[in-house]
C-alpha cells in the first residue's frame, strides 16, 4: 500500500510561494493538495487558474485539486487544463454526480468525490466503482486551523467496507486536522492519503514535519 502525504498550498507563504513549492518538490511529500473555494460553497475564497498556473509551473509533483464550488461542471476542463492530475469534486455540490465524474475522468484527470462531516459515505454506493479518491472531511470545510472531528476515524472504516471486493485500489484521503498526533491511528482506521496544511507549513521546518509524518505512516506508531 502507497501512503501519500499532500501539503495544502493554501497555508503556504504566498509572498514565498515559490519556495514553498520547490520545499514540497524536494520533501518526501507526494502531491500538492490545491484547495479552490469560491465563497459560496465555503464561506471562503483562496485562489483560481493564475494561482494553479503558476504552481504548476514550478511543481514536480501531481496536483490534487480540491473543488469547494457550487457547478463546477463549469469550471472542471479548464481545471485539468490548468494542471490538475486530480479533481475531487463535493458530492453536497453535485445535482448530477455520476456525470460530473464522467466529465473529470474525460477531461484526462482522475476523479474524487469529497463528504462533508455530515455526508455518509453510504451515499457513494452508485458510484464508487467509478471513483480512483475518495475525500472524507474530518472538519468542515472553507477554514484552516479547525480541530479535527473524531467520527472520521467511524468513516474511514465505513468507506474501507464498502470498497471491499467492489473498488479496493480506491485512495482514502483525509483533510482537516491532520498532522503528526494523529496520522497513525488514520492509518490504523484505513487511510491512505494526508492532506496536512497547518500541520506542516506553521512548524520550524516543515520538510522535516513531513519527513516525520512519512516515518509515523510507516512504522505506525503514534504519538
Not at 490548468?82 to 464522467?102: F, M
Not at 484521503?173 to 506553521?202: K, M, P, R, Y
Amino acid at each position: 500500500m502507497k501512503y501519500i502525504i499532500a501539503p495544502s498550498i493554501l497555508s503556504a507563504d504566498f509572498g514565498n510561494l515559490q519556495r514553498d513549492i520547490e520545499m514540497i518538490n524536494q520533501s518526501e511529500a507526494d502531491w500538492f493538495h490545491v484547495d479552490v473555494m469560491d465563497g459560496i460553497f465555503v464561506p471562503n475564497i483562496s485562489f483560481g487558474f493564475p494561482v494553479m498556473a503558476a504552481v504548476k509551473k514550478h511543481a514536480t509533483k501531481p496536483l490534487d485539486v480540491h473543488l469547494m464550488i457550487v457547478e463546477p461542471d463549469k469550471f472542471i476542463p479548464e481545471f485539468a487544463k490548468a494542471g490538475a492530475d486530480r479533481i475531487t469534486v463535493h458530492y453536497e455540490a453535485c445535482t448530477h454526480l455520476h456525470r460530473t465524474i464522467q466529465l473529470i475522468k474525460a477531461s484526462g484527470c482522475k476523479a474524487g468525490v469529497a463528504l462533508n462531516p455530515h455526508t455518509p459515505v453510504t451515499l457513494l454506493q452508485d458510484v464508487i466503482e467509478d471513483l480512483d479518491l475518495v475525500l472524507i472531511m474530518s472538519v468542515n470545510p472553507g477554514f484552516g486551523g479547525q480541530a479535527f472531528i473524531h467520527n472520521t476515524y467511524k468513516k474511514i472504516q465505513d468507506l474501507k467496507r464498502l470498497i471491499q471486493g467492489v473498488n479496493e485500489e480506491l485512495i482514502i484521503e483525509v483533510d482537516g486536522g491532520v498532522g503528526l498526533q494523529n496520522i497513525a491511528t488514520l492509518v490504523s482506521a484505513g487511510a491512505n492519503a494526508f492532506v496536512a496544511g497547518n500541520a506542516i507549513f506553521a512548524t520550524d521546518n516543515p520538510t522535516e514535519t513531513i519527513s516525520k509524518m512519512k516515518n509515523l505512516i510507516t512504522t505506525g506508531i503514534s504519538i
